[in-house]
């Protein structure tokens, strides 16, 4: 079992950048594929990027590609997300997820708040 914190969150100005953090323990970041999802009012949570264990292979969803990046720091068990030229629709709340290798297992952080202003 892995415990997921995130920090970071806040109100920001559009074109306006933003830096997440989701620190674990219980476990090591490494042993999963770490991610971040968001879930705006009214709308289904969605996926916003991965970042696999060993080699650091990343995927992103459209909306988000070529804004933002994630990056792991395997010595501080952390997971980052760096958003860059935020817009009013990244407003949401952003969650970290960890998932087992097998993909049976999803852990979840508690939820950040991000708010774009326009």
């Known amino acids: 079992q892995v415990q997921l914190v995130e920090s970071g969150g806040g109100l920001v100005q559009a074109g306006g950048s933003l830096r997440l953090s989701c620190a674990a323990s219980g476990g090591t970041a490494s042993s999963y594929i770490m991610g971040w999802f968001r879930q705006a009012p009214g709308k289904d949570r969605e996926f916003v990027a991965r970042i696999t264990f060993r080699l650091p292979v990343t995927d992103y969803a459209d909306s988000v590609k070529d804004r933002f990046t994630i990056s792991r720091d395997n010595a501080k068990n952390t997971v980052y997300l760096q958003m860059n030229s935020l817009k009013p629709e990244d407003t949401a709340v952003y969650y970290c997820?960890?998932?087992?290798?097998?993909?049976?297992?999803?852990?979840w952080g508690q939820g950040t708040q991000v708010t774009v202003s326009s």
């Open positions: 997820n960890a998932r087992t290798l097998s993909g049976a297992t999803d852990y």
